[in-house]
């Protein structure tokens, strides 16, 4: 006889934190929740990342998710008490066309979310190196730790009566039930957060959204000048990759100069950008690379392009490593899969770097839809 593990009106799959802004939206609405998760707490991407929400530097449904989750960030760590920073970002312009880009952008923005610095008021708030010309602060940026943050909304949500299935895997899902590893869980809806992993579920879904695996490489270095770094702190690099910069007439031609300056760096994909941990620790990145089944090598060159260039940025002459990892990602044509492949069943992917960002944002308009 098959074990039942009884039933939900929601039941999530994935406890990342696409699963865990499901599971908590639920809740508010008054529904009971069941999450499964493979693993016996959450490891993937969720708490891999920079813990920042980016908004500002987003533009279309990325822009109206991460703005609307900036309350539902504050309200979640004033009750689960983990660490939140509304500090912003400092974007740094090195060259003529960064600081065209940044201008373009204060205008296209206005002063609420863009504030431009000169290169004295750029160093004001971040230790750096040569060849600063000026910057822009965007204050309404957001910062957590997320390896602190992820467990601790997963245990405030089963304090307020989530029922956690920890280390169960999810094999099949269909209209009204999930079948899992420990058995058969009846769901009013399901909500298939697995990140990455929707072609193991969908693969026809993910085929049709182009969802690939973004790897990415990432490292934890001590802070050379042992100050507290309030901002995430971005690049030129960042400007290039980000959604809301293509409203800048500049951004081409700063692409252009990147790709025939740096090709190598553009070619390992780079966004050099780093945020600092409560420890005062940094955390620098990133590179990268797109594959539907990664490789499992990781080639020293990225890591070392990584160290060089954010040694450069702060204006020092090496970086001494703590810790190295590797987060992947879904990456897709879109940068969101909101899908309803049944009744009763949606299945809610981010499919760009931007899940802390736009989750807390998400989850109301995928339960506003259900309900509509
Ligand atoms: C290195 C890196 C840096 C990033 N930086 C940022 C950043 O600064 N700001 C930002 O906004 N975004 C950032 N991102 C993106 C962000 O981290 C992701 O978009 C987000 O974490 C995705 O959340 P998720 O819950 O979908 O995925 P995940 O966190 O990967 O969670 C998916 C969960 O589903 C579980 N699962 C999978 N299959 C099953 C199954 N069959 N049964 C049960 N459980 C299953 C997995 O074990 C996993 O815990 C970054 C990503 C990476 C990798």
Known sequence: MIDTLGSADVVVIGAGIVGLAHAYEALERGLSVAVVEQGDRATGASVRNFGHA?????????????????????????????WLRRTGTVMVARAEDELAVLREFGEVR????????SAAETRERVPLGEGVLGGAWLPEDMRVDPRECVPAIARHLAARGARFHWATTAHGVEPGL???SRGELRAGTVIL????????????????????????????????YGVTIDPAVQTGFSMARYGGFTACPSLPALRERLGRERPELVGIGLNLMFTQRPDGSLTIGDTHSYDTTPAPFEDEALDDAVLRETAALLGVE??????????????????FLIEAPADGVRVVAVTAGVGMTTALGIAPEVFDGLVG
């Open 193 to 224: 957060a697995t990140g990455h992993d929707i072609d193991r579920h969908f693969p026809e879904l993910a085929a049709k959204a182009e969802v690939k695996r973004c790897v990415l490489r990432m490292l934890r270095v001590e802070n050379p």
């Open 110 to 117: 206005g002063e609420r979310q863009v504030r431009l610095l």
């Open 54 to 82: 980016c908004a500002t530097g987003l533009d279309g449904d990325g822009l109206r998710y991460g703005t609307a989750a900036r309350s539902r960030w504050a309200k979640l760590a004033a009750e689960a008490g983990f």
């Open 318 to 335: 090496r970086l001494t490593v703590l810790e190295r990892w590797r987060g992947v990602y879904g990456s897709g044509a879109q940068s």
């Open 178 to 180: 999930v079948r899992t």
